[in-house]
């Protein structure tokens, strides 16, 4: 890289709620730029069954990256690669947990880059000890009363405790 142009990354998603594996590759990302955008979907394929809307969700990303001036949390509408474009990102990141992500995340990447070539799609393992965690699992535990204070960070905790109380 010969220019002086602050390298930045989107990372999409759903983040329903957001989890500790999202946040362990948002802040493993910040090693590869200087600036990471953090960027929930309005039309995801989940968006039917959400269990918080998207303003309260980028509500509970800011304040869990709160301590991070270098991530920026936003929503976005239509498709991620416009989205990415506008941004002027360099690239788009997805974590990779295991094999089983691998296909999707490989159509993704492919569709995406068909869409528009100008960003390249990286992927990141999250930490080991998040490799089984999803934000679809943190919903349903959550909602049928068990612990899931060691997969979300205080804030989402207390938005879940809040919300299915
Ligand atoms: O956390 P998720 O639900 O796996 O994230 C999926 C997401 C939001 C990255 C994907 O649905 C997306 O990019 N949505 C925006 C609309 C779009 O560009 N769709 C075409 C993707 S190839």
Do not use: W
Not at 55 to 80: K, N, Q, Y
Not at 116 to 134: M, Q, R
């Amino acid at each position: 890289m010969t220019n002086s142009r602050p390298v930045v990354g989107v990372y999409p998603g759903s983040f329903d709620p957001v989890t500790r594996g999202h946040e362990d590759v948002a802040r493993r990302t910040l090693r590869v730029c200087d600036r990471l955008v953090v960027a929930v979907a309005e039309s995801s394929s989940q968006s039917k069954h959400h269990l918080f809307d998207v303003p309260e969700r980028l509500e509970i990303m800011r304040e869990v990256f709160a301590d991070e001036p270098r991530i920026e949390c936003v929503s976005f509408s239509g498709l991620l690669v416009d989205f990415a474009r506008t941004t002027g990102a360099r690239f788009i990141v997805r974590g990779l947990r295991a094999v089983a992500d691998f296909e999707y995340e490989f159509q993704m990447a492919q569709m995406n880059r068909e869409l528009y070539d100008g960003v390249e799609t990286i992927f990141l393992v999250p930490d080991l000890g998040y490799s089984f965690l999803s934000a679809s699992l943190v919903r349903e535990v959550a909602a049928l009363g068990g612990d899931v204070s060691s997969f979300v960070s205080p804030p989402v905790l207390e938005r879940l405790r809040r919300h299915l109380s």
